[in-house]
């Protein structure tokens, strides 16, 4: 029997130490989240996607009655983005979150199906992207979807046999 330890780094991050472009990406996905429509979980969040050419798209979750046919925040903006320019690729995602009519304390992370759609995206154009994640007094960053989903799955893997 073998041992591995798999460890994480992120950067924690006060609004003010974020460079300008990724300030206006955080307030970007605040904004969306006041538009998101969360009425059964009243969990809302905003993602903004900043491309490589300077691009940016925005979105927010969209629940259904009808579970699971709702889509996450992050999802929307990162299809948004790669349907209107397939062919650049992501620089960095911001994602918040509210509820209970506040930003949430702890910074947001994406859910499983969002990491995977983030891999994939990475794994599209072979370039890691960032991520914020944002709470009420800070924002974790990290540089690579890898940082959040370690033991990853993407299209390598249908090839390695």
Do not use: W
């Not at 330890?5 to 974020?18: A, D, G, N």
């Not at 629940?63 to 650049?88: K, T």
């Not at 599209?124 to 709470?135: A, E, K, Q, S, T």
């Amino acid at each position: 029997m073998e041992h591995r330890i798999i460890e994480s780094y992120l950067t924690i991050y006060h609004f003010t130490e974020l460079e300008p472009e990724i300030q206006v990406l955080v307030n970007k996905a605040k904004e969306q989240y006041q538009k998101s429509y969360a009425p059964y979980s009243r969990f809302h969040v905003g993602a903004s996607v900043l491309l490589e050419n300077g691009a940016l798209f925005e979105a927010n979750n969209q629940e259904n009655a009808a579970f699971p046919s709702g889509l996450c925040a992050e999802r929307i903006a990162l299809f948004y983005a790669n349907a209107q320019f397939p062919d650049v690729p992501v620089r960095a995602i911001a994602i918040a979150a509210y509820t209970n009519g506040s930003i949430v304390e702890n910074p947001i992370t994406p859910c499983g199906g969002c990491r995977q759609v983030m891999v994939e995206t990475q794994h599209r154009f072979n370039h890691p992207f960032d991520i914020y994640m944002v709470g009420r007094d800070v924002i974790y960053h990290v540089a690579n979807v890898k940082e959040l989903l370690p033991l990853l799955f993407s299209g390598d893997d249908l090839t390695n046999s």
